[in-house]
């Protein structure tokens, strides 16, 4: 039995029950814009313990965690659930420059990427309330 498969039993996420029907990737909003991506396929491969292969081609980085396929599943099968562990999974074994510049990023700025001129001046045209320094917030919050 593969790693995926333990860590998915230990969470009671039972991938048996799926039947194939395909309503989690017709439901899928990802799948809509994007024909490459596959909730039903990305399962499908976990059955085949295709794990290595879904974590090398990167399409598991797509999903939203929007649950509407886990809403249309007629099994409640928890795919996103299982997707947050493929991506765990990658993270330890082939992260993607994007998303390691996203965690250093949150450790050193509090935020996933720095909040610049441009974004302050498109935050003011929409309304919205100034971004302090993530170190100015935090002595506010606690000054509250
Ligand atoms: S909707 Fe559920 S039962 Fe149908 S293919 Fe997807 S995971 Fe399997
Ligand atoms: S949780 Fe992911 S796989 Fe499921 S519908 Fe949303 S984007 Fe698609």
């Not at 998915?8 to 048996?16: C, M, Y």
């Not at 990658?90 to 993607?96: H, Q, S």
């Amino acid at each position: 039995m593969s790693y995926l498969n333990v860590e998915v039993l230990k969470q009671g996420i039972n991938t048996s029950n799926c039947f194939e029907c395909g309503a989690c990737s017709a439901s899928c909003p990802v799948r809509r814009v994007n024909s490459g991506f596959n909730p039903r396929r990305i399962l499908h491969a976990l059955f085949l313990g295709l794990e290595k292969d879904l974590i090398e081609e990167g399409a598991i980085w797509l999903c939203a965690h929007c649950y509407t396929c886990q809403e249309a599943c007629p099994q409640k099968i928890k795919i996103p659930d299982i997707i947050v562990i493929l991506k765990n999974l990658a993270y330890k074994a082939l992260p993607p420059q994007g998303i390691r510049m996203q965690r250093e990023n949150l450790n050193r700025y509090g935020r996933v990427y720095p909040i610049d001129e441009f974004d302050l001046q498109k935050r003011k045209k929409a309304g919205l309330p100034e971004l302090l320094p993530v170190s100015l917030q935090a002595k506010r919050l606690m000054e509250a």
